[in-house]
């Protein structure tokens, strides 16, 4: 080993310290949950765990009272996996195997990917039968609909 090496000791602490932030900012969003909402306006009144998830799976298109619905999906990240596990106990590999059998085969088409959480809440205020899910703290104060929490 050089003297310009780093000592084995820093790297590892360096690598223990990056999986530790890693684990809190998904311990984070964990802490704090998601939430499927709508706009206030949009007249969407409640909406069962069941819906939710066969909505979120493909299997519905439309909602209880038969209107469409418009599906946001998070980019990946904590709060994605935490949507879908808690939504439908599927872990992320088990979605993105799923979403590739039902595009493959043709049944049905995933939600549309949001660049981000911003992106997610203007476009469920700018259409009343846009569903998404969003980190619980990004939703105060704004004109949303709580439909379900996801903690």
């Known amino acids: 080993m050089s003297c310009s090496d780093p000592p084995l000791f820093n790297r590892r602490l360096g690598h223990a310290l990056l999986l530790l932030l890693a684990f809190s900012f998904w311990q984070g969003a964990q802490a704090q949950g998601v939430v499927l909402v709508s706009a206030r306006t949009g007249g969407i009144a409640e909406l069962d765990r069941e819906t939710a998830a066969q909505l979120y799976l493909g299997r519905r298109t439309s909602l209880p009272d038969g209107r469409g619905a418009r599906l946001l ?3 990946a990240g904590p709060e994605r996996d935490l949507f879908y596990q808690r939504l439908t ?3 992320p590999s ?3 195997a799923y979403w590739s059998r039902m595009v493959f085969t043709g049944r049905a088409h995933p939600p549309h990917e949001v660049n981000d959480q911003e992106d997610a809440l ?3 205020l700018a259409d009343p039968s ?3 899910y969003l980190p619980a703290a990004c939703v105060t104060d704004q004109p949303l609909h709580v439909l379900m929490r996801l903690e």
């Open 122 to 124: 203007r476009r469920v």
């Open 130 to 132: 846009t569903l998404a």
């Open 89 to 91: 106990g599927k872990n």
């Open 94 to 96: 088990q979605i993105r």
């Open 73 to 75: 999906d998070l980019p």
